[in-house]
């Protein structure tokens, strides 16, 4: 995924009638079983100890990249047929958030990791089988927007070349999915994503931004690569969701229901971050009648506006989450639902208007937690100006989170008003 591009041409066509429903997966033999994830907590403290040292050298320690593997990341969307654990968009809400109030590099990689394995789960049997056949703790970077490179029909397959930007995490993958135009159908070009081991994939270290530093967001190359057509699929399959019977809610999800709910989790850590950092600050000086600072009705004020805010914004993610797990309905008239087994036979203007009002909500959220750093970093004084501290560094992160294009607030408004206002004739 990338930091400034969005998720548009992913977005949901004027119809969303689903496509074939892929075969169903037989059952491989059984995984040895998984180690318990290692506690949250244990992420956070990782990234926090590295996260000056990943500031300065613009990559995650190997400590933090094992970590975010141990807190079961990697594996959290993997089916579980394949030792994965198909989980939710709630509870992977905390884990993000947590690691991004130490490192929002930290927590935009954990985040992505595991929406990619997340992707990964659309591929056919055969593909799934190579990526997750001996471990479901497999670290997948992407770059599938916007798609890129040539490709091009070979026996079995295709031959890939081309290059893709921003492929965040890549440094650290085990797998690298890719998006190109197949232009051999004759008509309009099918988009496909393609699944690539590392190995074949080059990497330019194009990364060298003012926020996000360290998440290795570089831009990779392939040569004429081959990919077997088991490890391919159709953009199709990503809007509507997988419609197989036997699929676990998670991947039941239509992409734009998720894509900006998942890109926006990090700005929640980043922005508890600078809160904390901004207490820290403000908490030990005085005024210059020797009274503390935190007497000042300004220091205050911004105090109760900025932890509002930040709370207001968590409980928008958490409704948005919630609804993308099912256990939010939103409006009425919006019976979205992933766990229904009979979701392939939804009216497509439920899928809609659930995408809408999760869009709306991320974007406000996004919006109300940058604003609050933006306080948050004028009220800090000089002390938080220094590089290297805290809340300087989370005032970079978020905003480089607030300028992926998938949150912004014109595209999430015009998505919500085209769901309530009638159309015009």
Request: with cysteine; charged share 15%; hydrophobic share 50%.
């Amino acid at each position: 995924m990338t930091v400034v591009d969005a998720a548009a041409s992913l977005a949901a066509p004027a119809s969303l009638a689903a496509p074939a429903a892929p075969a169903s997966l037989a059952a491989p033999a059984a995984p040895a079983a998984p180690a318990a994830p290692a506690a949250p907590g244990h992420l956070r403290a990782a990234a926090a100890r590295h996260a000056e040292e990943a500031e300065r050298t613009g990559r995650l320690h190997p400590e933090v990249v094992a970590a975010m593997t141990a807190a079961g990341l990697a594996r959290h969307f993997v089916p579980r047929r394949w030792g994965g654990t198909a989980g939710g968009f709630v509870e992977l809400l905390g884990t993000v958030a947590g690691a991004g109030a130490a490192c929002a590099s930290t927590a935009w990689c954990a985040v992505l990791l595991a929406a990619h394995g997340r992707l990964a789960a659309h591929l056919p049997p055969e593909g799934q089988r190579e990526l997750w056949g001996d471990s479901p703790d497999v670290r997948v970077a992407a770059a599938i927007v916007p798609p890129a490179g040539r490709l091009v029909r070979a026996p079995g397959g295709w031959r890939l070349s081309g290059e893709w930007a921003f492929a965040s995490g890549v440094e650290h993958a085990d797998w690298v999915l890719l998006a190109s135009l197949d232009h051999s159908g004759g008509g309009a070009p099918a988009y496909r994503v393609l699944a690539v081991p590392r190995e074949e994939v080059g990497i330019r270290e194009t990364w060298d931004a003012v926020g996000l530093r360290a998440t290795g967001s570089h831009s990779v190359t392939v040569d004429g690569v081959h990919v077997p057509e088991h490890r391919t699929f159709l953009r199709e399959v990503l809007v509507s969701g997988v419609s197989d019977a036997g699929a676990a809610p998670c991947h039941r999800v239509p992409y734009q229901l998720v894509a900006a709910l998942l890109f926006a989790l990090p700005a929640l850590g980043a922005a508890r971050g600078a809160l904390d950092a901004w207490t820290g600050l403000v908490g030990p000086r005085r005024l210059p009648d020797g009274r503390p600072l935190t007497d000042d009705p300004t220091v205050q004020q911004t105090l109760a506006r900025c932890s509002a805010e930040i709370d207001a914004a968590g409980l928008l993610l958490e409704t948005a989450a919630a609804r993308a797990d099912g256990g939010a309905a939103g409006e009425p008239g919006t019976a979205f639902d992933p766990r229904d087994t009979t979701l392939a036979a939804l009216d497509p203007r439920d899928v809609v208007v659930a995408a809408a009002l999760n869009q709306r909500d991320v974007a406000l959220a996004v919006d109300l937690l940058t604003g609050a750093v933006e306080r948050l970093m004028r009220t800090g004084g000089a002390r938080g100006l220094h590089a290297g501290g805290g809340l300087e560094r989370a005032w970079r992160d978020i905003h480089a989170i607030a300028a992926h294009a998938a949150l912004q607030p014109a595209p999430a408004a015009a998505a919500y008003a085209a769901t309530v206002f009638p159309p015009a004739v």
